[in-house]
């Protein structure tokens, strides 16, 4: 069986690279930054925003996430299914992030929604895959855990972090994974 490999991954790695070189080159990015105060009068920005990242620090972690994680998943579901899940997965991030920010008026930016979106996926249907996290190697199932628990705690302390993007993204991303595991038994079942 022939797997192809994946390219979705390096694409939107692209895309984000161009997005930050943008938004560090025009002023005019803001218009594409996910404002909640603005989401409705502009639909754009629930994509958009995925694409641009705060600083170099930001882009370069979260592309790192994306790079290990987006290339397993990818060759697992295929290209297809990793857009829709990437881009549901950073849409539905980004209303996470509307229904629980503090304030309207303080953009969201960053593919970590869509990148949760990934992480509970991969929790989902390969729990015990293992990932490092600060050189230790930990079950894909634990890392998801935990970072949905750091998340879930930082609704209450509010930060700089997008934790209802976070939430919402890996939301998404569970609901996928069992949708699979779900097709795969259904499909065995049948064979």
Not at 167 to 184: D, E, N, P
């Amino acid at each position: 069986m022939y797997i192809k490999p994946p390219k979705w991954t390096y694409i939107f790695i692209a895309i984000a690279i161009i997005g930050f070189l943008f938004q560090n080159i025009y002023d005019s990015w803001g218009y594409f930054a996910f404002f909640p105060a603005f989401a409705i009068e502009s639909p754009w920005m629930f994509v958009t925003s995925i694409f641009l990242h705060a600083d170099i620090e930001h882009l370069f972690f979260n592309m790192l996430t994306l790079y290990f994680l987006g290339i397993n998943l990818e060759r697992s579901i295929g290209g297809k299914s990793f857009v829709i899940l990437f881009i549901v997965a950073g849409i539905i991030g980004n209303i996470g992030y509307f229904v629980t920010a503090s304030n309207p008026y303080t953009p969201a930016i960053g593919a970590s929604g869509a990148i949760y979106g990934i992480i509970g996926t991969l929790a989902t249907v390969a729990p015990f895959m293992t990932v490092f996290v600060w050189m230790i190697p930990l079950p894909m199932i634990v890392v998801a855990i935990f970072w949905g628990l750091m998340d879930f705690a930082g609704l209450f302390a509010p930060s700089g972090i997008a934790n209802g993007a976070h939430l919402g993204g890996m939301f998404v991303g569970i609901l996928y994974g069992l949708y699979l595991r779900w097709t795969v038994r259904h499909r065995i079942r049948l064979i």
